[in-house]
């Protein structure tokens, strides 16, 4: 079975995150490997696969093509991720979500309880949320929701890239110091990023969904669902953007929470962005 060797994966490499982040003093580190961390599981798979521990084999005909073509995708979306997080977080300080976590250690072992609270967990969901990549990646055969599936997950990366971008291009501009962006996609909801990020694993479900049986990997897309909009993002982040950008009071009343929609009529007529990913 691939699901203990992948998960073995996973926690390695969250261990590698680990010592990444004692290096640079910043368990923010993690975020960087996040994204990677799906590629470096889904080929796993494929290696597992390739090496006899399945039936199928990617090595031949249409089985591989496909498998090609997802692991495409999980590279355009996982190190397009990866290397926007590091590049904004070169020369940062801690991230304030990360400060919050670790006063949970209270004078105990904070190496010990870091490695508890943040790299096993998040060993865990790595393992838990790419489900459905290995699942594509031990079976052969897809239907007709292969392409939409492949079709969602370019939307969803499509729009998180174009959301970072443009809070990016914001916050390198010192004249919005302590403000809060609401053009482009930032007018339609709070959260373009993260919600072209659940749209990138919506999509890798539908994917699963065209083979056979894929569709009992419907946790894995909920799990993040979750851990974007009531865990660790948007309520973390929000908590600090209300108290370090002005006018994001007025921001979170006029713009859509996570799923894009048209502002409400009293708009905001301050410029200002959600500093944070």
Known sequence: MNLPIALGVAWLWALLAFAVGRVVHRHATIDVFWGAGFLVIYLESLVVVH??????????????SNRLVVL????????????????RQRGAKEDTRYVVIMEGARGRRATLYA??????????????????????????????????GLCLVAIGVVVEA???E?????????????????????????????FGDAVVWCGFYVV?????????????????????TSLSGKPMLER???ETRAG??????????????????????????????
């Open 51 to 64: 090496e006899g521990y399945a039936s199928s084999r990617i090595g031949t005909g249409e089985s591989f």
């Open 72 to 87: 495409i995708f999980v590279a355009l979306w996982g190190l397009r991720l990866a290397i926007h997080l590091a590049r």
């Open 115 to 148: 490695l508890r609270k943040i790299y096993g967990l998040q060993g865990l969901f790595f393992w838990f949320v790419s489900m459905p990549l290995q699942w594509i990646a031990f079976h052969e055969r897809v239907d007709a929701l292969f392409v939409p």
């Open 162 to 164: 174009t959301g970072d």
């Open 166 to 194: 443009q809070l990016r291009r914001f916050l390198a501009d010192p004249a919005n110091a302590g403000a809060t962006l609401n053009r482009g996609l930032w007018r339609y909801t709070r959260h373009p990023n993260y």
């Open 208 to 228: 699963a969904c065209s083979s056979g049986w894929g569709w009992l990997t419907i946790l894995s897309p909920v799990a993040m669902v979750y851990l974007l």
């Open 240 to 242: 600090k953007l209300i």
């Open 248 to 277: 994001y009071d007025e921001y979170i009343a006029t713009t859509g929470s996570f799923i894009p929609r048209p502002p409400r009529t009293h708009c905001l007529s301050s410029r200002n962005s959600p500093g944070g990913r």
